[in-house]
């Protein structure tokens, strides 16, 4: 059974940082693509990064892009998300989500999420 | 980037009825198209991908279709669990996208 468990969130100061984790088990984490996915309080779903199996490609949305850095150990099947020079608008819950197929853009398997608070 | 519109923003339907959400693309997607059902305090589930390929384990009485820039979703009859959000997700290019969602609610 695959399970993704999301840790590291937490209420941080504007301008601050924050990393998230994502551990993963139950897939052979290094033959799938990994993303992470947000959630705004009673807003909707809106992507944020991806990285390929091997780590080597990555992608980000346009509200993230230099601030936010994507990276996974196939070691320790853990995916992170280093998050710096936060904003109020970065508020949300965070998911980890598993590509359906090795280069699949969509998401089969999604962790329970983590809360991010960005406020002084 | 490519933008995604749902419509209706929101829905009320009794159990039993057919229910049709539809998505629209800012371009072409081909058939990269992709629908998850959100409940309350949980995370997204993954309904259909490809447009109209059901993902494994979801029930038969949801379906999808369209390809280039319309698509819906269809419940051919409403089940007490399926009253949640559900979402539209544009898979044919970077940056991904998901539709504003629709609500479907208990008439």
């Known amino acids: 059974e695959v399970q993704l468990l999301e840790s590291g969130g937490g209420l941080v100061q504007p301008g601050g940082s924050l990393r998230l984790s994502c551990a993963a088990s139950?897939?052979?984490?290094?033959?799938?693509?990994m993303n992470w996915v947000r959630q705004a309080p009673g807003k909707g779903l809106e992507w944020v990064s991806r990285?390929?199996?091997?780590?080597?490609?990555?992608n980000y949305a346009d509200s993230v892009k230099g601030r936010f850095t994507i990276s996974r150990d196939n070691s320790k099947n853990t995916m992170s998300l280093q998050m710096n020079s936060l904003r109020a608008d970065d508020t949300a819950v965070y998911y980890c989500?598993?590509?359906?197929?090795?280069?699949?853009?969509?998401?089969?398997?999604w962790g329970q999420g983590t809360l991010v608070t960005v406020s002084s | 980037d490519i933008q995604m519109t749902q419509s209706p923003s929101s829905l009320s339907a009794s159990v039993g009825d057919r229910v049709t959400v539809t998505c629209r693309a800012g371009?072409?997607?081909?058939?990269?198209l992709n629908w998850y059902q959100q409940k309350p305090g949980k995370a997204p589930k993954l309904l259909i991908y490809?447009?109209?390929t059901l993902q494994s384990g979801v029930p038969s009485r949801f379906s999808g279709s369209g390809s280039g820039t319309d698509f819906a979703l269809t419940i051919s009859s409403l089940q007490p669990e399926d009253f949640a959000t559900y979402y539209c997700?544009?898979?044919?290019?970077?940056?991904?996208?998901f539709g504003g969602g629709t609500k479907v609610e208990i008439k």
């Open positions: 990285i390929s199996g091997g780590g080597a490609g990555t």
């Open positions: 490809a447009a109209s």
């Open positions: 371009q072409s997607i081909t058939t990269n």
């Open positions: 989500a598993k590509a359906r197929d090795y280069d699949a853009w969509h998401f089969d398997s």
């Open positions: 139950g897939f052979t984490f290094n033959k799938y693509a």
């Open positions: 997700q544009q898979s044919y290019s970077a940056p991904l996208a």
